[in-house]
């Protein structure tokens, strides 16, 4: 049962191994796990305390996970491959059965696997490994080195995005585009913010996505900049921002529109032609070879002649993948040079306490030579109930 | 903006208070600071990074967040009472457009509130102050004691429920058996555990819930206690085991149901019989006094005298609340006597690899003289496709 997909992005991390100085890769973000295994953890998803760990080099992929995980990870990984932690209860006639308090802890069946699979030579470890666990394997027979570098090159990994991952991208903000412009469809004076959740949650779910978070915010709240929808009924001269992502599969969306009940003023066109233009600069120069950083200024400089004057923002847009932000982050300082195979969101928001938000943002493709869109619909200041 | 619930809560903590060695609480657990405050950071639910903490007394509830929050919380919090950390960059005559960068770091931003606001005497922390936080805190000026003991007696309040948290909990129990019902419509052979799990999702949305896990496993894979659905199609003979939960306003559900496609045979229904016979007998005894290990020991007790033998579990049920998992555990050594206002879920579920799996999950609240079921759907081995 193991996807075709999981097994190109381990594939893909295992061709860069060569490249590196470690000899094993012990991960213990869940994102990275799924990477590795394409397994993602119902339980790591709703407890806080779920830890996992996937141990990797050339030929071996070995989970470290909780017994109850044991079952659903068989679709993953041999069980055989599965060191268990705590106390839950397989029956049958196979390994899993056997499972239950084999070790004590998370850091127990870590150490454990370590030692079964031979682990050895340098180390290279993501975030997720804490400091007393990165003591205990440095302390191990045949471990030299235990390097936290391992977190950011596999990040650089994952940055490019393979084919099928680009598919999954797509379709979540295809899902995400659809929820808003299905809001949009219904949206009039009277109708509250919490309704347009629904709808857009409703898009999301019936083209298989899973809503992650639907922010509706309208009137003074649009300016609330991650906030829940409420009873607040649309009124005439709202601003209504849309900021909502869902998960096809693991793989996110990031996607943002904003409107108006009835017409805008004059402030308000000159506000939103200001930020769509910021983003539509991005939408233009972004190719492979240009840096984080210039897509940033552009942004930020375009919002400004647009007349949004200082434009403050701490970044105009971010890598998106299995996580909602990765990097490269398009912000000041980032020398990153986008490559082909890279999949970002481009946003130019604005917030302003007691007028209102407003915002656009846009999920692109770097191809060889340039971008492709992965958003198409409507961009500009939508309006609703005319 | 603040809602009834938010401030139900609030005060119920409050006259709690009093009975305590504590001065202050300082609370880190996302769960506990939506209880003091009614936020729930939408950030915080999409990033493990996320730290926010509440900072409460009799008369005083403060927050540290990030300043992203800043907005959102304007509907929870006086804008005076944010301890901002971090860079983000609201607009408008209002401090929160002077938050960015008030802090670098949210141990920074817990210190400088605990300052502000004179933060003194025997402090009650949560789970997630971590040690490092726990020393700075212990050494401000005129705080006496820093007492971990703060979360255990938390999650003692937390576990009694307000009239208003029921009706929430009840409403997401609604939501997922509904889901499930609507699922088993139109499950048929051929037909896939995604296209399974669309449906529940889909039930959930319609009514104003937000699907958070969403195991439908069938075959063998039913066997797998925490697994995503996948393409695999029904076939006869099956076994269909759901285990699905959603939240309402933050508040959990988690019911389960099995299905057989076509008809069972033998050995699955004297298990079946046996695992129901297990909730039943939880269900017609639960009432104020009955000691979450007693109901642990019928459950067990029950299988095992309907053949199924020996029944391991860890436990056969657990509160819920604002977390799928909350005390009291219906587990071997918990003491805890059940009382009025608790709402938990009961649950007998059986894990066979190479074999399947199935189980029966109901939620009840208890009530001054017994308890009353918050779910209705029909709890028998339900026959798909006769």
């Not at 381990?10 to 470690?22: E, G, I, K, Q, W």
């Not at 996992?52 to 470290?64: C, P, Q």
């Not at 990040?155 to 379709?171: C, H």
């Not at 409703?202 to 906030?227: H, I, N, Q, W």
């Amino acid at each position: 049962m193991v996807d075709e997909l999981a097994i190109a992005t381990r594939d893909n991390l295992r061709s860069h191994l060569d490249a590196t100085p470690y000899d094993w890769l012990i991960l213990g973000v869940p994102q990275h796990v799924a990477y590795v295994t394409g397994y993602r953890s119902v339980a790591g998803d709703i407890f806080a305390s779920h830890r996992m760990a996937a141990l990797v080099n050339a030929d071996s992929v070995v989970v470290v996970a909780p017994v109850a995980d044991g079952g659903a990870l068989l679709d993953h990984v041999d069980g055989d491959h599965h060191e268990p932690y705590g106390r839950f209860y397989f029956e049958g006639d196979h390994p899993v059965a056997g499972f239950a308090d084999r070790h004590g802890s998370f850091a127990a069946a870590l150490e454990a696997a370590a030692r079964r699979f031979g682990v050895s030579g340098r180390i290279g470890i993501d975030t997720a490994i804490d400091q007393s666990e990165q003591t205990r394997l440095g302390s191990l027979p045949g471990i030299d080195e235990v390097d936290e570098s391992a977190d950011a090159w596999l990040r650089r990994v994952r940055s490019i995005k393979l084919p099928g991952e680009v598919a999954l991208l797509e379709a979540a903000a295809r899902l995400a585009e659809n929820g808003i412009d299905a809001a949009l469809s219904v949206a009039a004076p009277g109708v509250t913010e919490r309704e347009l959740v629904a709808v857009v949650a409703a898009t999301m779910v019936e083209g298989g996505g899973l809503p992650r978070f639907l922010v509706v915010t309208s009137g003074e709240r649009s300016a609330f900049s991650d906030a829940r929808g409420t009873d607040r009924q649309l009124r005439p001269g709202d601003l209504v921002r849309f900021d909502v992502g869902c998960t096809v599969d693991g793989y996110w969306s990031d996607v943002g529109r904003t409107a108006i009940v009835e017409a805008p003023d004059a402030l308000t066109s000159q506000r939103y032609a200001a930020i769509a233009a910021g983003e539509e600069a991005q939408l233009e120069m972004i190719r492979p070879g240009v840096s984080a950083e210039e897509l940033f200024r552009t942004a930020v400089e375009t919002v400004e002649r647009g007349g949004l004057r200082p434009y403050r923002r701490h970044h105009c847009g971010h890598g998106i993948g299995t996580e909602v932000y990765e990097p490269p982050i398009v912000a000041a300082g980032v020398e990153t040079l986008l490559e082909p195979g890279m999949v970002l969101c481009l946003e130019t928001p604005f917030y302003e306490i007691g007028w209102g938000g407003m915002m656009v943002e846009d999920a692109v493709e770097l191809t060889p030579t340039g971008a492709r869109r992965l958003t198409h619909s409507d961009r500009s200041l939508r309006v609703i109930g005319q």
